[in-house]
């Protein structure tokens, strides 16, 4: 919209009318038209026409309208979206990065490997319960866990400001050894550039990891299905508020840490408990919110979801509150959401359970053949609700 | 979290809901409006019509301090942030408003220093920290918030600062309520009166309401409960034939408001003579200006303000949803060219606005939603 | 924006009269008291917290007193509906 004018709702318009012209023609469907023979559309009926009109608008192929990068842009919420599938996977497109799971499934040689990337540009770089060298081991591991893979190799590209001190990049590097023992993975290879006073804001780091699938399942967020039970495996918003709190600005003090962790070690558990697991995902930019959306956008389900069920600490509750933001969409760096077979529920939570980062696995709620494309949540006063994807994203430079 | 998770009960709601339904007459239609963009944004949040029978409507309001500014002062706006050595800071919710070249946070990309607050006190601990630039405190708001920056322009003053100033977009509340009173598309049988405003100007304003139009008002909380409680005190009201203003937010909200609030605001600042509305035009003595005794913190004053009237996009339909005449899916652009990523209209871009309200949390059939209910394992 | 939200003041600020600490569900921050100098909250007092400023005192006792009508009315609900339940069974 910059510097465009009001001229792109006129350009905007033209194109939802053509788009309707091509796809509804005869603007209702079937049944309906057959329910009310004989007698004036209700306002109910005119609502779902509105609803219907909208998911078409929203299935679209996606569009950039900016002309310039925003903040909303990595927030992981629905700018994103839009500028990945717009501008990356429009121009990279291949069968591997379609399916845009947090890692890429690859098969060399008969070996079936996974391989992810990711960036950290997290704002301080030092943070109560770690720093950016923690998140970056932590996240990358975790994007090769959820995948169903056994991480096993980094590489790790730092970004430096002139004038960042060496002291300050020893501790990121001394958590990253630390982290990455935890977890179980080696370091391989790296890269380090330094870029003049003002720019890298001290430090960034880009990762790459690869792992190793050594079971069959098919995992993935489009193999939802009706039934299915929605699990988190512990409070979730703690990582996001920690970063807001620590970045000083607001004059709020809490008593909250950030909750990065690996999460390899109780996924490897999960799986051997279990075969029922049909996709994992690690709630970070976006939140679980956004974890949701994705499930039911592309498995074509409805999920629902119990407001009452989602595990939050009564801390982050009142942080969230008094910010006005909703913890549902608030970053987490070491918590899983997972779907999950109803009939293998108990196993999977048990598995949870016995391992220190899942004492608190709950499940949130299940997956709907109804409603294909929304998520639902049954709030804690007992209304219901939709939860969509946001713009953008209330905290940014969180990870 | 106490004085919240108590107000929002599950439990208490059937009762009130069973009540409310029975003080239905038969056949009859009633609608409620909910003045405030905090009720509208609660509403949606918590799916609270899920309990009112289908004889009750909730009309949305005009009460979203962010939806009704026109798009020419958010142009003003940029403008003042756009000038030299100047950062202009903002509640959040602006920040995606749509001006006629873009919002706050496309001039951010474009390089033009714009901060989000949360609170007017923080652009003076900017305006401190950076003494060598202009800042302007983007204020905006009911009388909720009017306060807020009067205390804040007489610290500033207190402190000497002389690099911080106001660019004033605060409106009052009556003024909207008299222009949808007078407005002869609506009929209305009572208001959910604003909660946190009447913290300050008190319950007495609306008096008007219920003994010149014959209305019942209930000023209410924020809490689903609340909201509930006070549609069946308005029910109760049209039942027994009174119309009255009822307070049922007492926990909070005083019935003679705040003195202490009202003397800052009276101190520095004044009534326009008129300001313009989004979607209800030109309305006089609706909103604050600063006094002339405190020009040097007066932003109008101390830079030159483009001042252009911008006339919204020929399609947007904001004005009559911020009226309550049209329901935010009955905009034509709803959804399709105008959502929040794509927003037109402030109704969509704002938290409190009954369209992004609509959009993020309601958009949902309910009859769809009862069958998904029943086939939970 | 426009929230305003409960919270408990937890101090005074020492220097500064007009700025108290909040805790709301573990989380503190400072805020002006300004608005209430007619009748200033101390420590254990609850206030509505918005933009910086608390705007008001909560009264407990209006806030008991609300939560009471609630209660009579779910207790009068669950009463009818016990009731209509036993007229059932006959």
């Known amino acids: ?399 | 979290m106490r004085f919240v998770d108590e107000f929002r009960s599950a439990d208490k709601a059937h009762a009130l809901a069973a009540r409310i339904t029975e003080l239905c007459e038969p056949g009859r239609q009633y609608k409620f409006m909910e003045v405030c963009g905090g009720h509208t944004h609660t509403i949606y949040k918590h799916g609270l019509e899920d309990y009112l029978p289908e004889a009750i409507t909730l009309v949305h309001g005009p009460g979203c301090p962010v939806c009704v500014i026109p798009m020419g002062r958010v142009d003003d706006a940029i403008h003042l942030a756009s000038q030299p050595d100047t950062i202009m800071t903002s509640f959040g919710d602006m920040m995606r408003v749509p001006g006629s070249q873009g919002s706050f946070f496309d001039a951010k990309a474009s390089g033009t220093d714009i901060r989000m607050v949360y609170s007017p006190l923080d652009s003076l601990k900017i305006a401190r920290q950076h003494p060598d630039k202009r800042v302007v405190f983007m204020a905006i708001g009911f009388e909720t918030t009017t306060p807020s920056t009067a205390m804040t322009v007489l610290r500033a003053k207190a402190e000497g600062l002389a690099n911080f100033s106001v660019f004033c977009n605060h409106v009052t509340i009556v003024p909207a309520i008299k222009a949808i009173l007078d407005s002869p598309d609506l009929r209305l049988d009572g208001f959910i009166g604003p909660g946190h405003v009447s913290t300050v100007i008190g319950c007495r304003p609306y008096e008007f309401i219920a003994a010149s139009y014959g209305k019942p008002v209930v000023v209410a909380g924020f809490e689903p409960l609340d909201i509930l409680q006070s549609i069946y005190l308005l029910m109760l009201q049209i039942s027994e034939g009174r119309s009255e203003v009822e307070n049922q937010y007492t926990r909070v909200v005083p019935y003679d408001g705040n003195l202490a609030a009202l003397t800052a605001i009276n101190q520095v600042m004044e009534l326009r003579p008129y300001f313009e509305w989004r979607g209800l035009g030109f309305i006089t003595h609706s909103a604050m200006r600063m006094r002339s005794e405190f020009a040097s913190f007066d932003a109008e004053v101390l830079f030159d303000v483009p001042g252009v009237r911008v006339a919204d996009p020929k399609a947007c339909q904001c004005g009559e949803v911020l009226k309550g005449v049209l329901k935010p899916w009955e905009c034509k652009v709803f959804g399709t060219a105008c959502t929040p990523e794509t927003p037109i209209g402030t109704c969509m871009v704002s938290p409190e606005g009954a369209c992004a309200a609509y959009y993020n949390y309601g958009r949902m059939n309910r009859h769809r939603v009862v069958e998904v209910e029943l086939s939970q394992p | 924006m426009c929230l305003g939200i409960p919270g408990e003041v937890v101090g005074i600020l020492p220097d500064q009269t007009d700025l108290a600490r909040v805790d709301v569900s573990g989380v503190r921050r400072v805020i002006n008291v300004g608005l209430l100098a007619e009748d200033p909250p101390v420590p254990g007092e609850w206030v509505l917290i918005h933009v910086g400023f608390a705007l008001s005192k909560i009264d407990e006792a209006e806030a008991a007193a609300a939560l009471e009508f609630l209660e009579g009315i779910g207790q009068a609900y669950a009463d009818e509906l016990a009731a209509l339940a036993e007229s059932r069974i006959e």
């Open chain 1, 1 to 399: 919209m910059t510097g465009q004018g009001t001229n792109w709702v006129d350009e905007a318009l033209r194109e939802h009318e053509e788009h309707a012209a091509t796809e509804h023609p005869a603007t209702e469907q079937p049944a309906t038209a057959a329910r009310r023979r004989g007698r004036p559309v209700t306002q109910a009926e005119r609502e779902q026409q509105v609803l219907d009109r909208i998911e078409a608008a929203r299935r679209r192929r996606p569009r950039i309208r900016e002309e310039r990068i925003t903040m909303s842009h990595g927030a992981g919420g629905k700018a994103s979206r839009t500028l990945i599938e717009a501008m990356f996977l429009d121009a990279f497109r291949n069968p591997l990065l379609a399916p845009l799971e947090d890692a890429a499934e690859l098969r060399i040689n008969g070996s079936r490997l996974a391989l992810t990337t990711d960036s950290y540009v997290v704002s301080p770089l030092f943070f109560p319960g770690g720093d950016i060298g923690d998140l970056a081991v932590n996240g990358t591991v975790n994007d090769l866990a959820v995948s169903g893979a056994t991480p096993l190799y980094l590489s790790a590209g730092f970004v430096l400001e002139e004038g960042f001190a060496v002291a300050d990049l020893s501790r990121i590097v001394a958590s990253m050894t630390a982290a990455a023992a935890v977890a179980g993975v080696q370091i391989v290879t790296g890269d380090t550039k330094v870029v003049e006073r003002g720019k890298a804001d001290g430090c960034y780091i880009n990762t790459a990891g690869v792992g190793v699938i050594e079971h069959d399942l098919t995992l993935g967020v489009a193999t939802a299905q009706p039934g299915d039970a929605v699990i988190v495996s512990g409070p979730v918003g703690d990582h996001g508020v920690t970063i807001m709190l620590a970045r000083g600005e607001l004059d709020i003090e809490a008593d909250l840490s950030s909750d990065t962790a690996p999460l390899n070690g109780m996924i490897a558990s999960l799986l051997a408990a279990t075969s029922g697991v049909r996709a994992m995902r690690d709630a970070t930019r976006g939140g679980v919110a956004t974890i949701l959306n994705e499930v039911a956008t592309s498995a074509g389900v409805g999920v629902v979801v119990e407001e009452d069920q989602i595990p939050v600490r009564t801390v982050v509750r009142g942080a969230a509150e008094l910010l006005g933001i909703d913890p549902m969409y608030v970053a987490s760096e070491g918590r899983l959401v997972a779907i999950v077979d109803a009939a293998e529920t108990g196993p999977a939570l048990a598995a949870l359970h016995a391992h220190p980062l899942g004492e608190q696995a709950a499940v949130i709620g299940h997956i709907t053949g109804d409603q294909p494309g929304i998520v639902l949540l049954k709030t804690a006063f007992g209304g219901t609700r939709i939860v969509d994807l946001l713009v953008g994203d209330p905290l940014p430079r969180i990870c």
